[in-house]
């Protein structure tokens, strides 16, 4: 399902895109803004990864991150992923959740030691998921820019992410 995606042969909202990896928003949003990263080869479960494209799609998550926290002016972003039919995967193509939380709405409750998630898929209309997608990529640029002035890199791979991020 996910690599109709990838083909550009069913609609999604795109967030970020290069070659090895898709960043685009989840069609029942568990909150507004949540978005879902994947490799663009179909593998079905991260074990399925080598080390290399899990590498490649993992590098992206801190700048994704950011970015939709800042889109959403959340107080933090909860980032999980089901692997396995047992675990609860209804999509068997890997993929990461990215979810912003705001303080006042948790995802996840603590009472002693019983540790809950509240998790309630909710409709989302393809304007609202595009124009959710238009603020996150807004944003994506910043904490790609910020990082490399930060490490003073200048490196081509540094510099292509930069284009891919603004060609998306
Ligand atoms: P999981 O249950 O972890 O496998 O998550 C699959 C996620 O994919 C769910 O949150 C679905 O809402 C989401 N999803 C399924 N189909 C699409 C689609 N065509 N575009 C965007 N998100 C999708």
Redesign the pocket.
Known sequence: ??C??VAGR????IVYRDRVALA???????RPG?V?VIPTAHRAQIWDLDEAESAAVSRRLPALAAALKAATAADAVTI???NGKA??????HV?F?LVPVHADDPLLRRRGRRVTFRLV?RRASRAQ?DTLARRIRARLAQPLTLTADRHSLASGSRRSGLRDVRGA
């Open positions: 399902m996910f109709a995606i069913a609609p999604a909202s685009f928003m989840d069609v029942n949003p568990v949540h879902l999980f992923g089901l675990a609860g995967q209804t999509v068997f993929h959740h898929l998921l």
